[in-house]
C-alpha cells in the first residue's frame, strides 16, 4: 500500500471517528488533521474538501462490496451485505442526512448505487434481452428505491436484516406481486 492511500486512509478513519461523535458541520479541515496528526496542506494535498473525503469513504466501500457480492451465488447475499453496511454506519448516515451535504450526500449515493448496478449488470451478463433505454430506466429507478431504503434502514434503531433481504428479494424477483412468477 502506497503512503498516499495510508495517508487518505487516516483522513477517513479521523473524519469518520470524529463524524461519529458529533455533528458533520462543525468538523473542520483542521480538526481532521490535528486527529491523524497530519498538516492542513497535506490534508489538501490528498482532498479538496470534506465532502470529497466522504466521496471517497463511499467509493472504497462500494469497490469492496462489487468485489465481494461478485463471489456471492445468491443475489440475497448481496442484498443482506448491502442491507448491513448502511445499518452499519446508520450513525455517520443519519449525521449527513442532517448536515449541510444532504443534497451532496443523496448525489453521492445515488451514484454509488447506480455504478454498482451497471457493475453488476455488467460483470454477471444480465438482462441481455432488455434494451438499453429500457435498463437506464430500471437502473435509475431502482438506484433511487435503494437509496431511500438504505437511508431509511440506517434510521432503524432494531431492523429484521433477515426478513427484510428476503422481502427485497421477492419483491426484485418479482413474486411480491405476483405470487405465481416464483413458480
Not at 455488467?122 to 434494451?131: A, E, G, I, N, W
Not at 437511508?151 to 419483491?171: A, K, N, V
Amino acid at each position: 500500500m502506497t503512503s498516499s492511500i495510508m495517508t487518505k486512509r487516516a483522513i477517513a478513519d479521523a473524519l469518520m471517528t470524529l463524524a461519529g461523535k458529533r455533528s458533520i458541520d462543525k468538523i473542520t479541515v483542521k480538526d481532521i488533521a490535528e486527529a491523524c496528526f497530519i498538516t492542513r496542506q497535506t490534508f489538501y494535498y490528498h482532498f479538496r474538501d470534506i465532502l470529497d473525503v466522504f466521496e471517497w469513504i463511499l467509493e472504497e466501500k462500494l469497490e469492496k462490496m462489487i468485489v465481494e457480492t461478485q463471489q456471492m451465488e445468491q443475489p440475497g447475499e448481496a442484498i443482506r451485505l448491502m442491507l448491513s453496511i448502511s445499518i452499519e454506519n446508520g450513525e455517520v448516515i443519519n449525521r449527513l442526512m442532517g448536515s449541510q451535504y444532504r443534497e451532496d450526500v443523496e448525489r453521492i449515493f445515488l451514484a454509488s448505487i447506480q455504478k454498482y448496478l451497471w457493475e453488476m449488470i455488467d460483470r454477471r451478463k444480465l438482462f441481455q434481452h432488455v434494451t438499453r433505454s429500457d435498463l437506464e430506466m430500471a437502473v435509475k429507478l431502482h438506484s433511487y428505491a435503494m437509496t431511500g431504503l438504505l437511508f431509511e434502514i440506517s434510521r432503524d434503531s432494531d431492523p429484521d436484516l433477515d426478513s427484510m433481504t428476503q422481502q427485497l428479494c421477492r419483491l426484485l424477483s418479482g413474486e411480491m406481486l405476483n405470487p405465481d412468477a416464483g413458480q
